[in-house]
T-cell receptor
Framework: IAGITQAPTSQILAAGRRMTLRCTQD?????MYWYRQDLGLGLRLIHY???????GKGEVPDGYSVSRANTDDFPLTLASAVPSQTSVYFC????????????????FGPGTRLTVL | QKEVEQNSGPLSVPEGAIASLNCTYS??????FFWYRQYSGKSPELIMS????GDKEDGRFTAQLNKASQYVSLLIRDSQPSDSATYLC???????????FGAGTRLAVHP
């Protein structure tokens, strides 16, 4: 069982280019998440999906879009990359989206290091 | 005020000592709390979760939660050099799995 895979591992991108970061999980988890991690700021939630066919905005959604066509895949798209989007991007998943007294551990993928020049 | 605050460190402890990592949070209604360990260049991995006031022990790790004071801590007993990593505190403010992370505390265990 691979868990969560992300691609690419790293990427250098020119500003203004479009980029899609891929995330696939094989655990049949309902919920998936995208975070970015910046030095001194920790992990911040970009977008999430509680179940296939639904998505929601996190703490820092501007400049990013997501889709959830099926359970396994949750791609993150930067429509027109800017240097402030240079970061390490982590995809995560959990069995459920949680709820009152229903806690769900989040498991993280290996990350994508993105540099926008 | 940040929603989840941690001392950035580095916290340096000798091998075999107890490492104490602290985290405070601002949302008094927060329901669940997590400690993740992240080695340099790697992804975060969950090491402890705690939901009720008091202590929760798992091997060398003990998580402590005090909701009245709005802090959660992680104790690592018999610290090993392999424990050297950044420890991330995460809080779920509303119980819907939308985690707020602290910036992390870097722990260095020296032989």
């Amino acid at each position: 069982i691979a868990g969560i895979t992300q691609a690419p591992t790293s990427q250098i991108l020119a500003a203004g280019r479009r980029m899609t970061l891929r995330c696939t999980q094989d655990m049949r988890h309902n919920a998936m998440y995208w975070y970015r991690q910046d030095l001194g700021l920790g992990l911040r939630l970009i977008h999430y999906s509680n179940t296939a066919g639904t998505t929601g905005k996190g703490e820092v959604p501007d400049g990013y879009s997501v889709s959830r066509a099926n359970t396994d895949d949750f791609p993150l798209t930067l429509a027109s990359a800017v240097p402030s989007q240079t970061s390490v991007y982590f995809c995560a998943s959990s069995e459920t989206s949680g709820g009152p007294n229903r806690f769900a551990t989040q498991y993280f993928g290996p990350g994508t290091r993105l540099t926008v020049l | 005020q940040k929603e989840v605050e941690q001392n950035s460190g580095p916290l340096s402890v000798p091998e075999g000592a107890i490492a104490s990592l602290n985290c405070t949070y601002s949302d008094r209604g927060s329901q669940s709390f997590f400690w993740y360990r992240q080695y340099s260049g790697k992804s975060p991995e969950l090491i402890m979760s705690i939901y009720s006031n008091g202590d929760k022990e798992d091997g060398r790790f003990t998580a402590q939660l005090n909701k009245a004071s709005q802090y959660v801590s992680l104790l690592i007993r018999d610290s090993q050099p392999s424990d050297s990593a950044t420890y991330l505190c995460a809080v779920d403010p509303r119980g819907y799995n939308k985690l707020i992370f602290g910036a992390g505390t870097r722990l260095a265990v020296h032989p």
